[in-house]
């Protein structure tokens, strides 16, 4: 198994791709360090690394955050025969009955004109590009003109998550979707 890594805007985050599905169609999965409840042996496997602080899983990619008493020239090596030990040992990526992947934003019955139209905006123009750089952003809510979204992966704590927020994602609703006044974050479960 050859896995690739690949750095991410933010430098306590860096991307693995294993060559393999992870999370493929089923959404993402994020999990932080301390979280009784992780639902995937391939994050409990991870999380075994010292220094591990978040492991998020997107369709076919791994984000790894680290906290900052390591550096990733320790942790390079032994996230990447975490990662292989998991592939080797043919234990799904999730647990069986697990409800830990969150879904793109995809319109959902009950929803009115202007949030199906943000959420089918993020989904196509955003979160794919989000994706190449290790991260996601999940529609939470629309609320007097606010949209709030959560932020994962690489996202999560980046530097330039702000500017991605505001300048980016924030000036393109505003075009599409005049309604919207402001984008803000809301910190992940």
Not at 22 to 36: C, H, L, S
Not at 65 to 81: A, E, R, V
Request: glycine residues 10%; contains cysteine.
């Amino acid at each position: 198994m050859f896995i690739q890594t690949e750095p991410t805007p933010n430098p306590a985050t860096l991307k693995f791709l294993p060559g393999e599905e992870v999370m493929g169609r089923q959404g993402t999965a994020n999990f932080i360090k301390g979280d009784e409840t992780v639902k995937s042996p391939l994050a409990r496997k991870l999380f075994e690394v010292d220094g591990i602080a978040g492991v998020f899983l997107g369709g076919d990619f791994i984000t790894i955050t680290k906290d900052d008493s390591k550096d990733w020239q320790t942790l390079k090596p032994q996230i990447l025969g975490g990662i292989m030990e998991h592939y080797t040992s043919g234990q799904p990526v999730l647990d069986q009955n697990s409800d830990a992947a969150t879904g793109a934003s995809t319109a959902a019955e009950g929803d009115n004109e202007l949030v199906s139209q943000i959420k089918e905006l993020l989904d196509t123009r955003v979160r794919p590009a989000v994706a190449q750089d290790g991260g996601d952003i999940v529609f939470h809510k629309f609320e007097d003109g606010v949209v709030y979204l959560e932020m994962h992966g690489a996202c999560s704590g980046c530097p330039s998550s702000t500017a991605t927020l505001k300048m980016g994602i924030e000036n393109m609703l505003r075009y599409y979707v005049p309604e919207v006044q402001a984008v803000e974050p809301v910190m992940a479960d």
